[in-house]
């Protein structure tokens, strides 16, 4: 069984920076793209993040010059640095994981980053 485990959430004063971690593990080959999403409360979870196999990283407008996506293909570990937080990044985070453009992707169960002061 595959499992996403992320680490890394807690507390922030606005401005300040977080690193989030998700390290993949299970009964898995090989890893096409990992990224990362949120979902603020009343909100619908949106993308912040991706990095495809081949180096292709995508970042959601608000969040692009601030956050840093990045992966260990070696340890199937998938990164994002968080700088210059604000409160309207606080929200759930979900750690996605596909293996293939074709195969739903794997979930993470999120963890929480609140930007607050």
């Known amino acids: 069984q595959v499992q996403l485990v992320e680490s890394g959430g807690g507390l922030v004063q606005p401005g300040g920076s977080l690193r989030l971690s998700c390290a993949v593990s299970?009964?898995?080959?090989?890893?096409?793209?990992m990224g990362w999403y949120r979902q603020a409360p009343g909100q619908q979870r949106e993308l912040v993040a991706t990095?495809?196999?081949?180096?292709?990283?995508n970042y959601a407008d608000s969040v692009k010059g601030r956050f840093t996506i990045s992966r260990d293909n070696a340890k199937n570990t998938v990164y994002l640095q968080m700088n210059s937080l604000k409160p309207e990044d606080t929200a759930v985070y979900y750690c996605?994981?596909?293996?293939?453009?074709?195969?739903?992707?794997?979930w993470g169960k999120g963890t929480l980053i609140t930007v607050s002061s």
């Open positions: 996605n994981v596909r293996t293939s453009v074709l195969i739903m992707p794997y």
């Open positions: 990095i495809i196999s081949g180096g292709s990283i």
């Open positions: 299970g009964s898995i080959v090989s890893i096409w793209a």
